[in-house]
C-alpha cells in the first residue's frame, strides 16, 4: 500500500490580501487515506495501543468519515486489525469510504443513529469489540491532541502571529493550541451549526496554563450545518483551485479558507499579520458530490 509520506509536507505562499500574510501547511500530501491531521491525531493511539499489545483498533464514524478510512489505513500499515463501528443501517450501496475502509481490511459494524449517539453497540458484537483498543469518534481525547501537537513541529512558530484551522471535535486545535507560543493566536473555524459546546470539549483537553493562551473559535461558516454545503462554497472552492492550485474539501478546508478570506475581508486580523492556515486533509469527502461540481 500506499507509505505515509511525512516529507512531502510544505508551506505554501498564497496570495496576500489587506496586508496579511497567509500561507498554507499542506498536510493533505502526507497519504491520500490518511491524510492530513487524521496521521496525527492517530498515531500516539497507535503507539498506546501497541504497548497495551492489542491487536485490534475499534472506532466509530459516518459513512464519509476521513478518521474511518484513515483508522483503516493507518491500521494496515501498522499491522492491527481495525473496526469500525459505523453510524446508521447497513446501506445497500457502499459510500467510497466505506469501500476503502474494506479494502484496507477494517471490518465494518453498523448501528442505529439512537445506538450511535450512546455509543453503545449491540450485545451481538460485545465479542468482537471486547479486546479492542477503542478510539473515540474522530480521535478526539488527551492522546489525540498530544498527536495533533506534533503539527507545530512542522512550522517555525515565530515566523506566523495566527494559526487558523476547522474544527470538528476540536482535538487538532486543542494540540495546536499546545503547541503555541504565549504570543500567537489559535483561530479555529467551526464547521458544525452552532457547536456552543466545542470551546468546553477543546478546553478539557487543555491544562489550566494551556486554556490562558489566545484562541477563539469561529461559528459563522458552518454552510448549513456539518457536511452542508451551498453553491457560494463550491464556486469558491473551484475558484481557490483555479487561483492557487490547491483542491480543499467542501467539509472542513474550504469553509476554513472561506471564512479566513471573510474574516480578513471584514479586518479581523490586525494588519501585518502573518497566519499558517493548516490544510488538514480530508479531499476523500469530495466523492460525495455529484461528478463535474469541481473541477479538480
Ligand atoms: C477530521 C477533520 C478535521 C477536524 O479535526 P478535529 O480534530 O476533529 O477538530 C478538520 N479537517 C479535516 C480535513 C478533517 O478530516
Known sequence: MEPLQINNVTID???????????????DKIHSDISGNKWFKLKFYLDDANTRHAQTIA????????HIVATAAACRLKNLK???????????????????????????????????????VPSEYAGIIKD?????????????AAGA?????????EDYTHICCAVGTGTMMAGLIKAAPAQ????????????????????????????????????DYHFGGYAKYTPGLIDFMNKFYTGNFIATDFVYTAKLMYGICDLIAKDFFP??????????????????????????
Not at 132 to 144: K, P, R, T, V
Request: aromatic residues 8%; hydrophobic residues 35%; contains cysteine.
Open 184 to 219: 500567537q493566536t489559535v483561530v479555529g473555524i467551526s464547521v458544525l451549526k452552532n457547536n456552543v459546546d466545542i470551546q468546553k470539549e477543546t478546553g478539557a483537553l487543555l491544562t489550566e496554563d494551556e486554556k490562558k493562551k489566545k484562541f477563539s473559535f469561529i461559528h
Open 82 to 120: 481495525s473496526i469500525g463501528i459505523i453510524r446508521g443501517e447497513q446501506p445497500k450501496h457502499f459510500s467510497c469510504t466505506l469501500n476503502k475502509a474494506l479494502e484496507y481490511g477494517m471490518k465494518l459494524i453498523f448501528i442505529s443513529r439512537e445506538e450511535y449517539k450512546q455509543k453503545t
Open 13 to 27: 505562499q498564497l496570495s496576500p490580501k489587506n496586508q496579511i500574510d497567509i500561507k498554507m501547511l499542506r498536510l
Open 271 to 296: 494588519a501585518g499579520s502573518r497566519l499558517l492556515v493548516i490544510h488538514s486533509g480530508g479531499l476523500q469527502g469530495n466523492q460525495s458530490l455529484k461528478k463535474g461540481m469541481l473541477i479538480f
Open 149 to 157: 501537537a506534533t503539527i507545530g513541529d512542522y512550522y517555525e512558530q
Open 59 to 66: 472506532t466509530y464514524g459516518g459513512a464519509w468519515s476521513n
Open 132 to 144: 479492542a483498543y477503542l478510539i473515540n469518534e474522530g480521535g478526539y481525547g488527551q492522546i489525540g
